[in-house]
């Protein structure tokens, strides 16, 4: 038996449905839900795995926010677009659905709500029933840009 977290079912949802329809009908799709980078039909370069040679790679030295190598270049990178960025405020994740779980644990309680925007990731709904919080739903509108709807978000306060 499943936790009460989960919904009671676990059937596709609408966007899954429609995702499905399209790819049926051999429609051109560009699906940001891929996570699997070698599904995803991004180039990679020939030397890619050559650093696996590397002996440093047989030393286990885990670091909880993540390579410190990494997160400098991803610091650099940041920096080099707008103010800069410290690599101890850089904190790598494995994926987005973790950081979200870990963002609900860190700042709510189980019972909380949380506005959640529609259209949105499209596993916020499992995420936050895992969490044990509450999807409150605003919605985003889009004439050119997105934008908040502010009157959904007033409605979705509680």
């Not at 980078?37 to 670091?63: H, K, M, N």
């Not at 410290?86 to 909380?112: H, M, Q, R, W």
């Not at 509108?141 to 502010?150: K, L, M, T, V």
Request: hydrophobic fraction near 40%; glycine fraction near 6%.
């Amino acid at each position: 038996m499943f936790s009460s977290r989960l919904p009671a079912s676990l059937r596709e949802n609408a966007f899954t449905r429609a995702r499905s329809r399209l790819r049926a009908l051999g429609a051109p799709l560009l699906d940001l839900t891929i996570s699997n980078p070698t599904s995803a039909g991004i180039p990679y370069p020939p030397d890619l795995l050559s650093s696996l040679a590397d002996a440093r790679g047989f030393r286990y030295e885990p670091e909880p926010l993540g390579l410190l190598a990494a997160r400098t270049a991803i610091a650099g990178m940041l920096s080099s677009h707008r103010s800069p960025v410290a690599p101890e405020d850089v904190v790598l994740i494995a994926s987005t659905s973790e950081a979200y779980a870990l963002l609900f644990k860190l700042l709510c309680n189980p019972g909380n709500a949380v506005l959640v925007p529609q259209p949105s990731y499209p596993l916020f709904e499992l995420l936050t029933r895992l969490e044990g919080v509450t999807p409150q739903p605003y919605r985003l509108e889009y004439h050119g840009i997105w934008s908040i709807d502010r009157a959904s978000v007033e409605r979705a306060l509680t």
